[in-house]
């Protein structure tokens, strides 16, 4: 098993819909990530948790939130998807020593 | 705002040659500093981590930074298809997030 999991890895969703993105992690790690990528643009943080009850907006949280269930788990979710949130999304964990490890992303495409 | 900037490329190359991957960044304080490798579609992986001024060896790849010119680059010698990838530069300061350059793309032709 992967040790950081994203579900789903494909996700097809109309504007205006609620939309959640999990990741799990079996590192043990107590950083996690939500980064999207967007060609040329490479990789802008959207929300860091550091432990379960710290949450931090990256530089662009807007339209984003997040949720840290347990030390294993940070869900993003899209209250309202639009089209320009199309892009590839991102889980990394991290135990605070340097390097991230990576889930293997969620495509999303807001129709 | 800290910036990490990187030539989108495509950096084309034979089979065999030597790439050489630049990036610059904005934020002096900068202490750590990495090259991921992502294949098309896929998540990054980390190939390299330089933290001191001069080169670090790991097989292929070379990591070269000097802090007085804010620059990282990274050598590829004997470059082979496989290595054909976006390279990720990411630098980071002490208890400070991951910036990510915008990527490079190599292609390395048979």
């Known amino acids: 098993d992967a040790d950081v999991t994203q579900t789903p890895r494909n996700r097809i969703t109309k504007t205006g819909k609620r939309i959640m993105l999990e990741c799990s992690q079996t590192?043990?790690?107590?950083?996690m990530y939500w980064y999207r990528q967007d060609p040329g643009l490479g990789l802008r943080l959207i929300y860091y948790?550091?432990?379960?009850?710290?949450?931090n907006k990256g530089e662009i949280s807007d339209g984003y939130s997040v949720s840290r269930q347990a030390q294993a788990k940070f869900s993003l979710s899209l209250e309202s998807a639009i089209p320009n949130q199309t892009a590839l999304y991102f889980c990394?964990?991290?135990?605070?020593?340097?390097?991230?490890?990576f889930g293997s992303g969620t495509r999303l495409t807001v129709v | 705002q800290k910036e990490v900037e990187q030539n989108s490329g495509p950096l084309s190359v034979p089979e065999g040659a030597i790439a050489s991957l630049n990036c610059t960044y904005s934020?002096?304080?900068?202490?750590?500093f990495f090259w991921y490798r992502q294949y098309s579609g896929k998540s990054p992986e980390l190939i390299m981590s330089?933290?001191?001024?001069g080169d670090k060896e790991d097989g292929r790849f070379t990591a070269q930074l000097n802090k007085a010119s804010q620059y990282v680059s990274l050598l590829i010698r004997d470059s082979q298809p496989s290595d054909s990838a976006t390279y990720l530069c990411?630098?980071?300061?002490?208890?400070?997030?991951?910036?990510f350059g915008p990527g490079t793309r190599l292609s390395v032709l048979p």
């Open positions: 990394a964990t991290s135990s605070g020593a340097p390097g991230y490890t």
């Open positions: 590192k043990g790690h107590d950083r």
């Open positions: 948790s550091f432990d379960v009850k710290d949450i």
């Open positions: 934020d002096r304080v900068s202490q750590s």
């Open positions: 330089i933290y001191s001024n």
């Open positions: 990411a630098v980071t300061g002490q208890g400070q997030n991951f910036v």
